[in-house]
């Protein structure tokens, strides 16, 4: 799943022998646009027109309970996960993890990442619905 | 002829590529920095994660969080992230265009651009977090 190799490491100077794109390179990138629209919305809403910086408990709860809200927030979650557990995942191939042990390593990010997205649904919805 | 860079006897690599310091140009150095604010990210998604839990602690539980994280000691930390969120988003934007072959002739040009739109952002940021 590495998004660049060694080949076309250095960007521009080498960038008409670069190979295709991978899946993973693509889904970084698209991932990546995604979060500079939804972490702009996200920090803006949940704190700089917030007095304070922070919501207290009970605005929290009633901010997630917006469908709107909680869709962005879960959308959100879904892709900084992505983002974050490839992009370790790349910097890893780029360390020279190659094999059995890039295989166990990619199968235990993609557990994290599952788990990660499970458990902040989850997180989610207690607070919307049980808060 | 020797290729450049931090090599053993034979040829082989002492440091993986990105890590070397040898004839690196100042794209290739913000590249390798976003590698490592967004490895420094998802420690913080982490964070950010066991900090939202304590809102399933109920309200006195995350409105004393709310009140510990008004303190400047926190409030600097809440400028360095952005810092880094702003570094790796708009100087991950300037990697995949050029990544992707799309503007590779004005690459000097977008990472200024991306540096202007940093320190903005930090300036608009600061300004509302500590003022």
């Known amino acids: 799943m590495a998004t660049r190799t060694e080949e076309d490491f250095t960007e521009a100077t080498r960038w008409r022998r670069r190979p295709r794109p991978t899946f993973a390179w693509v889904a970084q990138v698209v991932s990546g646009v995604l979060l500079l629209v939804l972490l702009t919305a996200h920090m803006v809403a949940q704190h700089f027109v917030v007095d304070g910086g922070l919501r207290t408990y009970a605005d929290v709860v009633a901010w997630i309970r917006n469908p709107v809200v909680f869709a962005v927030e879960a959308l959100l979650l879904v892709c900084v996960t992505w983002h974050g557990i490839a992009g370790v995942h790349a910097v890893l191939l780029d360390l020279g993890l190659r094999g059995r042990a890039e295989r166990i390593v990619a199968r235990v990010l993609l557990d994290l990442a599952v788990a990660t997205i499970l458990y902040g649904l989850w997180l989610l919805y207690m607070l919307a619905f049980r808060g | 002829m020797m290729r450049a860079g931090l090599r053993r006897g034979d040829g082989r690599r002492l440091v993986p590529r990105w890590l070397d310091p040898h004839g690196r140009h100042l794209g290739t150095w913000a590249f390798v920095a976003n590698r490592l604010t967004g490895l420094g990210l998802v420690v913080y998604l982490y ?85």
């Open chain 2, 47 to 131: 964070l950010h994660l066991v900090i939202l839990s304590t809102l399933l602690r109920g309200p006195e539980a995350w409105d004393g969080l709310v009140e510990l994280f008004r303190r400047p000691v926190f409030l600097a930390f809440d400028v360095l992230l952005i810092v880094g969120l702003a570094f790796h988003g708009f100087n991950g934007l300037r990697v995949a265009l050029v990544g992707s072959g799309l503007l590779v002739d004005r690459r000097k040009g977008l990472l200024v651009a991306a540096g202007i739109l940093v320190g903005l952002v930090t300036l608009v940021a600061a300004v509302r977090i500590v003022g």
